[in-house]
Protein backbone atom coordinates (compact mmCIF):
# COMPACT_ATOMS: atom_id res chain seq x y z
CA UNK A 1 0.00 0.00 0.00
CA UNK A 2 1.43 3.36 -1.18
CA UNK A 3 0.37 6.82 0.31
CA UNK A 4 1.73 10.40 -1.79
CA UNK A 5 4.15 12.52 0.78
CA UNK A 6 1.73 15.77 2.62
CA UNK A 7 4.14 18.22 1.62
CA UNK A 8 5.43 17.50 -1.84
CA UNK A 9 3.20 14.71 -3.46
CA UNK A 10 6.05 12.01 -3.36
CA UNK A 11 4.73 8.36 -3.54
CA UNK A 12 5.74 6.64 -0.05
CA UNK A 13 5.55 3.26 1.47
CA UNK A 14 2.28 3.70 3.61
CA UNK A 15 3.99 3.14 7.30
CA UNK A 16 6.64 6.17 6.14
CA UNK A 17 7.13 8.68 9.06
CA UNK A 18 8.74 11.19 6.99
CA UNK A 19 9.26 11.98 3.10
CA UNK A 20 12.21 10.39 1.75
CA UNK A 21 12.78 13.31 -0.71
CA UNK A 22 11.47 16.54 1.19
CA UNK A 23 11.92 14.93 5.15
CA UNK A 24 8.50 16.37 5.81
CA UNK A 25 6.34 14.65 8.52
CA UNK A 26 3.80 12.32 7.48
CA UNK A 27 1.95 12.29 10.73
CA UNK A 28 -0.61 15.05 12.32
CA UNK A 29 1.68 17.12 14.57
CA UNK A 30 -0.90 18.39 16.27
CA UNK A 31 -2.34 15.23 17.81
CA UNK A 32 -1.44 14.11 21.20
CA UNK A 33 -0.40 10.86 19.96
CA UNK A 34 3.54 9.65 19.89
CA UNK A 35 4.49 7.48 16.72
CA UNK A 36 6.63 4.64 18.09
CA UNK A 37 8.91 2.97 15.91
CA UNK A 38 10.50 -0.33 17.43
CA UNK A 39 14.15 -1.26 17.27
CA UNK A 40 15.10 -4.12 15.89
CA UNK A 41 18.39 -5.27 16.52
CA UNK A 42 20.30 -6.42 13.28
CA UNK A 43 22.69 -9.25 14.86
CA UNK A 44 24.34 -10.25 11.62
CA UNK A 45 25.28 -9.22 7.82
CA UNK A 46 27.00 -6.47 6.56
CA UNK A 47 25.36 -3.87 8.66
CA UNK A 48 25.61 -5.82 12.06
CA UNK A 49 27.72 -3.16 13.32
CA UNK A 50 26.11 0.17 11.83
CA UNK A 51 24.97 1.86 15.03
CA UNK A 52 26.13 0.71 18.16
CA UNK A 53 28.41 3.28 19.18
CA UNK A 54 31.44 4.66 18.19
CA UNK A 55 34.21 2.83 17.01
CA UNK A 56 37.23 5.11 18.91
CA UNK A 57 37.11 5.86 22.28
CA UNK A 58 37.41 9.32 22.53
CA UNK A 59 35.99 10.26 18.75
CA UNK A 60 33.02 11.92 18.38
CA UNK A 61 31.30 10.74 15.49
CA UNK A 62 28.67 10.00 12.93
CA UNK A 63 27.57 6.93 11.12
CA UNK A 64 25.46 6.76 8.27
CA UNK A 65 22.40 4.33 8.30
CA UNK A 66 20.68 4.37 5.01
CA UNK A 67 21.27 3.94 1.43
CA UNK A 68 24.70 3.45 0.24
CA UNK A 69 26.67 4.43 2.04
CA UNK A 70 25.28 2.78 5.19
CA UNK A 71 27.65 1.64 8.04
CA UNK A 72 30.11 4.56 6.91
CA UNK A 73 31.78 6.27 9.99
CA UNK A 74 32.40 9.95 9.92
CA UNK A 75 34.92 11.26 12.89
CA UNK A 76 34.13 14.71 14.06
CA UNK A 77 37.64 16.48 15.28
CA UNK A 78 37.51 19.96 13.97
CA UNK A 79 35.93 22.71 15.79
CA UNK A 80 33.94 22.91 12.82
CA UNK A 81 32.89 20.03 10.65
CA UNK A 82 30.88 21.22 7.05
CA UNK A 83 28.02 18.62 5.84
CA UNK A 84 26.90 19.20 2.36
CA UNK A 85 27.18 18.69 -1.52
CA UNK A 86 29.82 20.56 -2.13
CA UNK A 87 33.09 18.99 -3.40
CA UNK A 88 34.75 20.45 -0.11
CA UNK A 89 32.31 19.58 2.39
CA UNK A 90 34.00 17.63 5.01
CA UNK A 91 31.23 14.94 5.13
CA UNK A 92 30.39 14.72 1.38
CA UNK A 93 27.12 13.96 0.54
CA UNK A 94 26.40 13.70 -2.70
CA UNK A 95 22.65 13.55 -3.83
CA UNK A 96 20.17 16.43 -5.04
CA UNK A 97 17.86 16.92 -1.56
CA UNK A 98 21.10 17.95 0.13
CA UNK A 99 21.96 21.61 -0.52
CA UNK A 100 26.11 22.54 -1.38
CA UNK A 101 26.24 24.04 2.07
CA UNK A 102 23.16 22.56 4.07
CA UNK A 103 24.91 22.18 7.71
CA UNK A 104 27.87 22.53 9.82
CA UNK A 105 28.48 20.30 13.20
CA UNK A 106 30.14 22.38 15.65
CA UNK A 107 32.28 21.76 18.75
CA UNK A 108 31.34 24.11 21.74
CA UNK A 109 33.90 25.17 24.64
CA UNK A 110 32.64 22.71 26.91
CA UNK A 111 33.12 19.92 24.36
CA UNK A 112 29.68 19.25 22.73
CA UNK A 113 28.88 18.74 19.24
CA UNK A 114 26.11 21.29 18.03
CA UNK A 115 24.22 21.12 14.49
CA UNK A 116 23.32 24.04 12.63
CA UNK A 117 21.28 24.00 9.56
CA UNK A 118 22.49 26.48 7.03
CA UNK A 119 19.26 27.95 5.67
CA UNK A 120 19.14 24.40 3.62
CA UNK A 121 15.88 23.90 0.97
CA UNK A 122 15.13 20.75 2.80
CA UNK A 123 15.97 21.23 5.99
CA UNK A 124 17.91 19.54 8.97
CA UNK A 125 16.11 16.78 11.01
CA UNK A 126 17.15 15.40 14.72
CA UNK A 127 15.39 13.04 15.97
CA UNK A 128 12.36 13.52 13.35
CA UNK A 129 11.95 17.48 14.02
CA UNK A 130 13.41 20.22 12.19
CA UNK A 131 16.00 22.06 13.50
CA UNK A 132 17.70 25.46 13.15
CA UNK A 133 20.36 24.46 15.53
CA UNK A 134 20.19 22.45 18.66
CA UNK A 135 23.34 20.27 21.09
CA UNK A 136 23.81 16.58 19.72
CA UNK A 137 23.23 13.75 22.13
CA UNK A 138 24.53 10.12 21.36
CA UNK A 139 21.92 8.00 19.22
CA UNK A 140 20.33 11.21 17.86
CA UNK A 141 19.23 10.47 14.43
CA UNK A 142 20.61 13.18 11.88
CA UNK A 143 18.35 13.60 9.04
CA UNK A 144 19.89 15.83 5.84
CA UNK A 145 18.09 15.19 2.82
CA UNK A 146 18.18 11.97 2.21
CA UNK A 147 20.76 10.69 4.40
CA UNK A 148 20.19 9.76 7.92
CA UNK A 149 23.03 9.07 10.44
CA UNK A 150 23.41 8.59 13.86
CA UNK A 151 25.34 10.95 15.88
CA UNK A 152 27.48 8.94 19.05
CA UNK A 153 29.76 10.95 21.72
CA UNK A 154 33.16 9.98 22.81
CA UNK A 155 33.61 7.33 25.15
CA UNK A 156 35.83 7.79 28.09
Not at 45 to 56: E, H, L, M, T, Y
Not at 116 to 144: K, P, W
Request: charged share 20%; net charge negative.
Amino acid sequence: MRMNCRRCGEILNANANFCWSCGAPQHDATSAETIAMPVVPVLDGPFANVDRGPVGAHVDELVIITGDAAGTRYEITKEVTTAGRHENSDLLLDDVSVSRHHAIFTRTASGRVTLRDLNSLNGTYVNGARVEETALHSADEVQIGKFKLVFWEATS
